[in-house]
């Protein structure tokens, strides 16, 4: 059973940066994706960054240039380091985990089933 624990979010000034981690328990095959969500009030959940089981990223077109992920397989641990936010980038941000086979735009494929409780990000 994998578990995932997302931290580092908290409240900035629009221009300023902030890098989110989430690590994950518990046994995960070789070609386990992993990636971000967010989830405004009142809005869907929309998927920010992914990254697949060769470290190769993909990001929604909102925030390509600001926002990078990666991934410390070592530790099982993925991170997302956000440049330059804006308020829009407000949001509850969620770590996800499983395999796949691929991944585009922000999301992977078959979807995920694992996730975090998530971490809040406020930009003002």
């Known amino acids: 059973h994998v578990q995932l624990v997302e931290s580092g979010g908290g409240s900035v000034q629009a221009g300023e940066s902030l890098t989110l981690s989430c690590v994950a328990t518990?046994?995960?095959?070789?070609?386990?994706?992993m990636g971000w969500f967010r989830q405004a009030p009142g809005k869907e959940r929309e998927g920010v960054a992914a990254?697949?089981?060769?470290?190769?990223?993909s990001y929604a077109d909102s925030v390509k240039g600001r926002f990078t992920v990666s991934r410390d397989n070592a530790n099982n641990t993925v991170n997302l380091m956000m440049n330059s936010l804006k308020p829009e980038d407000t949001a509850m941000y969620y770590c996800?985990?499983?395999?796949?086979?691929?991944?585009?735009?922000?999301?992977?494929?078959?979807?995920?089933?694992?996730w975090g409780q998530g971490t809040q990000v406020t930009v003002s």
């Open positions: 996800a985990a499983d395999p796949c086979t691929y991944c585009s735009g922000g999301y992977c494929y078959p979807d995920f089933g694992y």
């Open positions: 990254i697949d089981s060769d470290g190769i990223a």
């Open positions: 518990g046994y995960m095959p070789s070609t386990t994706c």
